[in-house]
């Protein structure tokens, strides 16, 4: 997950994301925010947001596949 404001997002998480699918790992995606409701480095953690929200309902739901 990374917030499309991220300064970090746009080098770093859609190569990585692209690099897992080609070697098979499981992975779970989710790039919220746009210019009019940016998300930025560790909006995951700000539970107080839908964004934040959905990520922690996201994270839980791969571990709840994965793990199983």
Do not use: I, K, N
């Amino acid at each position: 997950t990374g917030g499309q404001q991220d300064p970090l997002f746009r080098r770093q998480t859609p190569p990585m994301a692209r690099r897992l699918h080609e070697l098979g790992v499981p992975l779970e995606e989710f790039y919220p925010g746009d210019e009019a409701e940016p998300c930025f480095h560790e909006y995951q953690t700000w539970l107080g947001t839908p964004a934040g929200t959905e990520a922690f309902e996201r994270v839980a739901g791969f571990l709840d596949r994965v793990l199983a």
